[in-house]
């Protein structure tokens, strides 16, 4: 069975600091990965997604992550964040398995909190 | 230009009783996926749903829960007799064609929700 881990729950930051939030799955076949935000109160948002090719993508409002397929990470990350960026953020992976893996597995999230 | 639909946003039922949730996927999809979240995990998948086919439930408790698509209306998902630990945010997603195959670049677009709680 495949494993999403989050390394942290809660991080705490200020305006215009840099970002990175880890995420590492245990699944060694091929995986669709995809980084979810959800504001307060809101939906899951698509932030990004990788499938193939580039393994650096980037996604909306100045997100980008890094597949490294040997380390078995998607690492989130932003240059400088804002105080709207303030959410819950989740790594998710969809795997390939026979006739389809259809649902997603989802890390535990990491609440941000960006002060002004 | 509706996203994924789903109502009620908030749902209080009493022990023993039964819960229904619904969700409309996006315009042209036809596929349906349902999640449950417990309070601090993250989403958990339960079910995946064509129209009026199950496709894979692997994550469904055996007991007291079903999910339908019928051919007309909204996906439901019935939790029966219902206990204190089926209190849970509820996530529906859809998206056009099925992710898990490997020609699909697709992700699937999530609703609000559906927060269940059971007195």
């Known amino acids: 069975a495949q494993s999403v881990s989050q390394h942290n729950h809660h991080v705490i930051l200020s305006e215009a600091a840099s970002l990175e939030l880890g995420c590492n799955y245990s699944y060694g076949g091929t995986v669709n990965l995809f980084w979810y935000v959800q504001y307060p109160g809101q939906h899951l948002q698509l932030l990004l997604k990788y499938f193939s090719g580039d393994p650096l993508v980037k996604g909306i409002k100045g997100f980008e992550a890094e597949f490294i397929k040997s380390k078995f990470s998607f690492n989130l990350r932003k240059p400088s964040v804002q105080w709207s960026d303030t959410a819950e953020y989740f790594c998710?992976?969809?795997?390939?398995?026979?006739?389809?893996?259809?649902?997603?597995?989802f890390g535990k999230g990491t609440h941000l909190i960006i002060q002004p | 230009n509706a996203g994924v639909m789903q109502n009620p946003r908030h749902l209080v039922r009493r022990r023993g009783q039964e819960a229904r949730l619904r969700c409309s996927p996006m315009k042209g999809h036809s596929h349906v996926y349902w999640y449950r979240q417990l309070p601090e995990e993250g989403l958990k998948f339960m079910v995946y749903l064509q129209k009026e086919n199950i496709i894979d439930e692997s994550g469904m408790p055996k007991e007291r829960f079903s999910a339908e698509f019928p051919k007309e209306g909204p996906s439901i998902l019935r939790i029966q007799q219902v206990v204190r630990g089926d209190s849970a945010a509820y996530f529906c997603?859809?998206?056009?064609?099925?992710?898990?195959?490997?020609?699909?670049?697709?992700?699937?677009?999530f609703g609000d929700g559906t927060r269940l709680s059971i007195l």
């Open positions: 998710a992976v969809g795997s390939f398995s026979g006739g389809g893996a259809d649902g997603l597995t």
């Open positions: 997603a859809s998206s056009p064609e099925r992710t898990g195959s490997f020609n699909s670049n697709q992700p699937q677009h």
